[in-house]
């Protein structure tokens, strides 16, 4: 998930391999569930806004961790 001000706005998609690793399930089960709503609801707003940070330009304080694409 990808956050800013504590808004989500989008995800990456793990392969299937990564689905199945332990470890990463009991660390996905101990964070907060998200809905697609939330995120969608996340998305629009941002948009509104014109803070999403994948389609305007924001001064970041860590543009490193944006999504890739």
């Known amino acids: 998930m990808y956050f800013i ?3 989500p ?10 689905i199945k690793d332990l470890d990463i399930i009991k660390l996905a089960d101990s964070e907060k569930r998200w809905e ?4 969608y ?3 629009s707003y941002l948009m ?6 994948c389609l305007f330009d ?4 860590n543009p ?3 999504p890739a694409d």
């Open 9 to 18: 706005f989008t995800f990456d998609e793990f392969s299937d391999e990564i």
């Open 5 to 7: 001000q504590g808004i």
């Open 36 to 39: 697609p709503d939330d995120v």
């Open 41 to 43: 609801r996340g998305y």
């Open 48 to 53: 509104e806004e014109e803070c999403h940070p």
């Open 64 to 66: 490193e961790c944006l």
């Open 58 to 61: 924001l001064e970041l304080e």
